[in-house]
């Protein structure tokens, strides 16, 4: 089964705040962790995935900090705000919502 964009285009934000939950991340293991729990059928671009992080940040949902690591390239990591986690159950609800008509509808 192939998942289009298309189905999952608006979701994006709710997918990263999701992950974010779990633990502070960084884009790539963020990213990574998307392909790991679809089985590689899904996986967002890195353009798309900065540009939420942006609006995730203007918004106020997410903190960005540089990591200190002694190896390798730094890594900007992203955590979640109290006013994430709001959005994120907001969201959530929302997308249940809209699941359950669309199981009626089709």
Request: net charge neutral.
């Amino acid at each position: 089964m192939s998942i289009t964009s298309d189905l999952i285009r608006g979701h994006t934000e709710t997918i990263i705040l999701a992950q974010l939950l779990i633990k502070d991340s960084y884009g790539y293991e963020i990213n990574k962790a998307i392909q790991e729990k679809t089985s590689n059928q899904y996986e967002l671009k890195e353009a798309t995935l900065y540009s939420a992080f942006r609006r995730l940040e203007q918004a106020g949902f997410i903190l960005s900090y540089w990591g200190d690591e002694t190896t390798g390239a730094r890594r900007r990591y992203y955590s979640i705000t109290t006013l994430g986690k709001a959005a994120y159950t907001s969201n959530k609800k929302d997308w249940e919502e809209a699941k359950e008509l669309i199981d009626k509808l089709i």
